[in-house]
């Protein structure tokens, strides 16, 4: 399992957590994904493009899992 530090900010939005990791080629390709209801937050299926994503949160996608830290 990855993790993600958030460092100094309060949330990273889902498509940019997807950007961020490569987990995506772009952000328009993240948001795409989400939407087809292939990305999971806590283990259930979320299609908010923008969600919030928290410390302590874990993002699933395409047999890929990260833990978002602060």
């Known amino acids: 399992m990855e993790t ?3 460092e100094t900010h ?3 939005e889902l498509c940019d957590l997807l950007k961020l990791l490569g987990w995506s080629e772009s952000g328009a ?3 795409n994904e989400i ?3 292939n990305v999971s937050v806590d ?3 979320e ?3 923008r969600c ?3 410390a302590g949160q874990r993002v699933s996608y ?3 899992t990260v833990e978002v830290r602060p």
Do not use: E, W
């Open 4 to 6: 993600f530090n958030l």
């Open 10 to 12: 309060p949330h990273v």
């Open 29 to 31: 390709a993240a948001k």
């Open 35 to 37: 939407a087809a209801g």
């Open 43 to 45: 283990g259930q299926t």
């Open 47 to 49: 299609t908010r493009k």
């Open 52 to 54: 919030k994503i928290l």
């Open 62 to 64: 395409d047999g890929q």
